[in-house]
């Protein structure tokens, strides 16, 4: 079984770019969760999608950020325009079942703003 | 705030020793500690899990000790291996919403 995979591993933009992060969740997974650790720190919630709709965005940083779920099948998350805080590792995450305990993660997307 | 705090933030552990990591919480409603394991280039994987309902939780060589009054917990690896080398993360979370990562702890474990 495939597990969730994310494109691109990496990215580095100029600051006022706008890069746009893609994640594949495991095939039936309704739940899907993004999370952001910036270097150092802890990873943090951003958002949570119930098939194609946005279930608890509370961890959104600000309307820089959009996250869309097409179909209730892949993610992606556009950050327009990018700012230097916004560098880290973006994470997504799928569950089978709501909040199930087990997240299963895919291995990130490192972007770079300079 | 954060709301899990880790510690260390890095561990050198000679090959055969014990690796211990830390972590306090400050809310009472979490009702689920797990621990994930990143290795280089993946994503966090799922390693152990604890409910406060249990003081420890064993899985091999992986155990969680569960202190509910000091609202801490901690991870001991026996026997560390240097397959056991990567970033640990402990979390808490409460039912119904959000996880709530610790900043990890990179452990290396020298052969």
């Known amino acids: 079984e495939a597990g969730v995979t994310q494109f691109p591993s990496h990215s580095v933009i100029e600051k006022g770019q706008t890069v746009t992060l893609r994640c594949d969740p495991i095939?039936?997974?309704?739940?899907l969760y993004w999370y952001r650790r910036v270097m150092g720190k802890e990873i943090k919630f951003l958002l949570h999608?119930?098939?194609?709709?946005?279930?608890?965005e509370s961890g959104m940083p600000n309307n820089r950020f959009l996250a869309e779920r097409t179909g209730g099948t892949y993610s992606t998350l556009k950050v327009q325009p990018a700012e230097l805080e916004d560098s880290g590792v973006y994470f997504c995450?799928?569950?089978?079942?709501?909040?199930?305990?087990?997240?299963?993660f895919g291995p990130g997307t490192r972007l770079t703003v300079l | 705030q954060q709301q899990v705090k880790q510690s260390p933030q890095s561990l050198i552990v000679q090959k055969g020793g014990i690796s211990i990591i830390n972590c306090a919480y400050e809310?009472?409603?979490?009702?689920?500690f797990p621990w994930y394991q990143q290795f280089p280039g993946k994503g966090p994987a799922l390693l152990i899990a604890?409910?406060?309902?249990?003081s420890e939780k064993k899985e091999g060589r992986f155990t969680i000790s569960f202190n509910k009054s000091a609202k801490q917990f901690s991870l001991h690896i026996m026997d560390s291996q240097p397959g056991d080398s990567a970033t640990y993360f402990c979390?808490?979370?409460?039912?119904?919403?959000?996880?709530?990562f610790g900043t990890g702890t990179s452990l290396t474990v020298i052969p």
């Open positions: 995450a799928s569950s089978q079942v709501r909040w199930d305990n087990e997240q299963f």
């Open positions: 095939s039936g997974h309704d739940n």
């Open positions: 999608f119930v098939k194609e709709s946005k279930q608890d």
């Open positions: 809310n009472t409603a979490f009702d689920y």
């Open positions: 604890i409910r406060p309902d249990v």
């Open positions: 979390a808490g979370y409460n039912t119904g919403n959000q996880f709530y």
